[in-house]
């Protein structure tokens, strides 16, 4: 069988090799944020009749929002997305674009003030922060503190696996894209730590002559049809949701798509070697992994 | 007792179908759905509005606590004239407001009526407006200290006063129509002329109703400015194009994921089928029973959470087939299978759960839903798995017919 630890160095490179560009992009680029943290207003119409961007903008012209986003988002529909705007400037924007466009639909207006984008921002970083903690705390108390270590750097992996992709390819992030996050978290989590379990188990088990390297190995391998089927399950879900889900929570399935992938990957091939890593070069805590299962 | 198990599991399986037939497609409009009928659609479900208002500072009125109490009567009364079943109405810190009202043909227009300002008359028999909110100081409910009765005192400004002695003088024995934006409110009845400012209604049946009606002429008398901090508003087409889609999609993913595990665990994958279905009524359930609204998200959630409740199937079925391969007898590897997957399926959704109610927590209103299918799929998912899926393929391995290995190990 496939000695997956022994050629941990390359998993680990596979992953900063994803990683990197993510987190460069990152810093100089950042994330396209939608509305929901910026403030600004979205509005979806659907018309009687075609209706071409150029007309939608020249509309918007005449209250001075020729700078919006306007983007075609299906059939007869358009997106608009500006700035912060007042509820009267908008209620005046869609009336124009009935009266000088052509009869419309709305299909959903939103309006988010500038205040509320900023709570937002710091919620999202303190539901991650909490999500963290309690989790390292769980692991640490179920299992070992360096399992608990390895399980959050999988964890932060995931994380910067979907900012990174997110900020790569300008995709918007809204607040369903901090649920999305969270969900990795939990899945991710999920999947690693049946496989610390499994090595909890086969430790206490194993021939005194076997070496850490290969319990570990035969745990992930005692659990890789759980992990690839699991993952496959919910893939089958995310993809139809994906293709037949409708538009609006489109960027949260891909942000969970992204991150059932990396979750899957960073269990087995992060998660689990990291520990025995961090069971080599770390000198503490002494006492022996599963002594507290 | 081989026959009997066999009858039992028979018995299970087709009452568990039917529920799960039942109860499964959440489409509104067929009778015969009953459970769907019972949970609400949210507003980005059937169309609707959420909307977060924030008092302000004016020259003429300030956001005190008092005047975002009236605010919220005064909202709560112009909703109701849209004839909104069940609207949320819910004060955020001291000075926010949240209004979801869902089930409206035209969101934006509600929106635009919402924070109009509130305009109280007070109309003779003959329909003349004698008297306006701007007339108004205050309106408090009290009990009547002789009679112990329930009633509304109101204070006029100097100006109002004089205008309603003048009309308490001339009408005495006829109705005093109260309105508000154009609707009577009530009808009392002039007694005597009222020369001092001050009037008294009474007739009320309880002092929360004199507290209702008190709140919503103190909202007349003086609304305190309100801005939009958050709007959304969806469609109704949108709406309903989001629900039919996102059920299509469910039903395909959930296909798919009944398939897989039928064809990659034979035996005890359908068993699991029959697990899923068991757990999707049980969600719908708590859904209904705890009166819940399903949201667009929480619709995703819901569906996602199927996905994730199959992987306690998979964690215990890998351990029986492990068990079985080191050659222990049928019966036994099912019970060591369920028992020695017990911590790994504990483990794993208790970190979930952290996830979730973390989440439930942090999020904001639109993703809460989200988190609470989520977390509700994930305690539900447990039971069904150590509950459900272990009883079948108990009574199945009992019932004695189908103890082919072949049926449980590829």
């Not at chain 1, 090799?17 to 403030?39: A, E, K, Q």
């Not at chain 1, 988002?73 to 924007?93: C, H, W, Y």
């Not at chain 1, 910067?160 to 978290?185: H, K």
């Amino acid at each position: 069988m496939f000695h997956i630890v022994r050629h941990r160095k390359y998993w680990y490179l596979i992953s900063l090799l994803i990683i990197v560009p993510g987190l460069v992009s990152l810093l100089f680029r950042g994330l396209n944020l939608g509305i929901d943290f910026t403030g600004g207003s979205m509005v979806e119409v659907r018309f009687q009749e075609e209706v071409s961007v150029e007309e939608v903008r020249t509309v918007l012209a005449g209250h001075g929002l020729e700078q919006s986003v306007i983007q075609p988002s299906g059939d007869r529909q358009v997106l608009i997305r500006t700035g912060v705007i007042s509820e009267t400037q908008n209620q005046a924007m869609v009336e124009s674009l009935g009266r000088e466009i052509g009869a419309l639909t709305v299909l959903r207006n939103e309006a988010v003030g500038p205040v509320i984008g900023k709570e937002l921002v710091q919620r999202a970083i303190w539901a991650l922060a909490a999500t963290v903690i309690a989790i390292v705390a769980y692991i640490s108390w179920r299992f070992d503190f360096k399992q608990g270590l390895a399980a959050i750097v999988a964890l932060l992996h995931d994380t910067l696996i979907a900012l990174g992709i997110f900020s790569l390819f300008r995709l918007q992030v809204d607040s369903a894209f901090v649920a999305a996050i969270l969900t990795i978290l939990g899945y991710s989590i999920n999947a690693t730590i049946v496989i610390f379990d499994r090595i909890r188990e086969n430790t206490k088990t194993a021939k005194k002559t076997e070496p850490l390297e290969d319990v570990v190995n035969r745990s992930l391998w005692d659990t890789m049809a759980r992990s690839i089927n699991t993952s496959t399950t919910v893939m089958f879900m995310l993809l139809a949701l994906f293709f037949l889900g409708g538009a609006t929570l489109k960027t949260f399935i891909l942000a969970l798509m992204i991150g059932v992938v990396s979750g899957a990957w960073s269990s087995v091939c992060i998660a689990g070697p990291l520990w025995l890593d961090l069971r080599k070069r770390l000198p503490w805590p002494k006492r022996p992994a599963g002594a507290r299962a | 007792m081989r026959l009997g198990n066999l009858i039992k599991v028979a018995v299970i399986l087709a009452v568990a179908a039917t529920i799960s037939l039942a109860s499964f497609y959440p489409v509104g409009g067929a009778p015969w759905l009953p459970l769907t009928q019972d949970i609400n659609l949210g507003l980005d479900l059937r169309g609707g509005v959420h909307v977060v208002l924030e008092a302000v500072d004016t020259e003429e009125a300030k956001a005190t606590p008092d005047a975002v109490q009236r605010s919220i009567g005064m909202l709560e009364e112009r909703i109701n004239q849209f004839g909104v079943t069940e609207p949320v109405i819910q004060q955020q810190g001291t000075n926010r407001i949240i209004v979801e009202i869902a089930g409206v043909d035209d969101p934006d227009a509600v929106v635009r009526d919402l924070i109009r300002p509130a305009y109280l008359e007070f109309r003779t028999e003959d329909g003349t407006t004698v008297l306006t909110g701007a007339d108004l100081s205050d309106a408090r409910e009290a009990l009547n200290p002789n009679t112990g009765q329930p009633e509304v005192n109101l204070t006029w400004n100097p100006e109002g006063a004089r205008t309603f002695a003048e009309v308490t003088a001339a009408h005495v024995g006829r109705p005093l129509g109260i309105y508000l934006d154009g609707n009577l409110l009530q009808d009392p009845v002039i007694q005597s002329p009222i020369p001092d400012g001050k009037a008294v209604i009474t007739g009320y049946a309880s002092l929360q109703e004199a507290n209702r009606i008190a709140v919503l002429l103190r909202s007349g008398a003086l609304p305190v400015k309100l801005d939009i901090m958050e709007k959304r508003t969806v469609g109704p087409q949108l709406g309903a194009d989001s629900l039919e889609r996102s059920v299509t999609a469910g039903a395909i993913g959930f296909g798919a994921i009944l398939l897989f595990m039928v064809a990659y665990y034979r035996l005890p994958g359908l068993v699991s089928a029959f697990s899923l279905a068991v757990y999707a009524v049980l969600i719908l359930l708590v859904l209904a029973a705890f009166n819940a609204t399903l949201t667009l998200a929480g619709l995703f959630g819901f569906l996602l959470s199927l996905a994730l409740a199959i992987d306690a199937n998979i964690i215990i079925f890998e351990r029986i087939k492990e068990e079985l391969r080191t050659g222990r007898s049928l019966r036994s590897a099912v019970d060591a299978g369920f028992q020695r997957a017990f911590a790994a399926v504990l483990d794993a959704n208790v970190a979930g759960l952290i996830a979730a109610v973390i989440l439930y927590v942090f999020a904001p209103v639109m993703i809460k839903g989200f988190a609470l299918t989520l977390g509700i799929g994930i305690l539900a998912s447990m039971f069904t798995a150590q509950a459900f899926t272990r009883w079948m393929l108990h009574l199945l391995v009992g019932s004695g017919i189908v103890n082919s290995p072949r049926l449980y190990l590829k």
